[in-house]
């Protein structure tokens, strides 16, 4: 039997998660400059979305919060290191 403390985590879990994956979907990523290491950063950053996806699909939620969260890191990281920006 699932308790209420439970089942209340997974509902918080699933609904940061489904947030913070719909922020990133609605979000357009350019890159500032055209390198290689820009490529593979906004290749990582769909894989990671792509994860979450199939991660919630199953009810796997700790996956599917740590993949968003992959997906966002990479984001900043690239922000940060001026080759990639967001576009709101």
């Given at each position: 039997m699932v308790s209420s403390e439970s089942s209340d985590i997974e509902n918080r879990i699933r609904?940061?998660?489904?947030k913070w994956l719909d922020?990133?979907?609605?979000?357009?990523i350019e890159e500032i400059?055209?390198?290689?290491?820009?490529?593979?950063?906004?290749?990582?950053i769909k894989a990671y979305i792509k994860d979450t996806e199939?991660?919630?699909?199953?009810?796997?939620?700790?996956?599917?919060?740590?993949?968003?969260?992959?997906?966002?890191?990479?984001?900043e990281i690239g922000a940060r290191l001026n080759i990639l920006k967001m576009v709101k």
């Open positions: 609904s940061e998660t489904l922020k990133i979907k609605n979000t357009k400059e055209e390198n290689r290491i820009a490529k593979e950063i906004k290749e990582n199939y991660f919630l699909g199953r009810n796997m939620l700790i996956e599917a919060f740590e993949s968003i969260v992959w997906a966002w890191a990479w984001l």
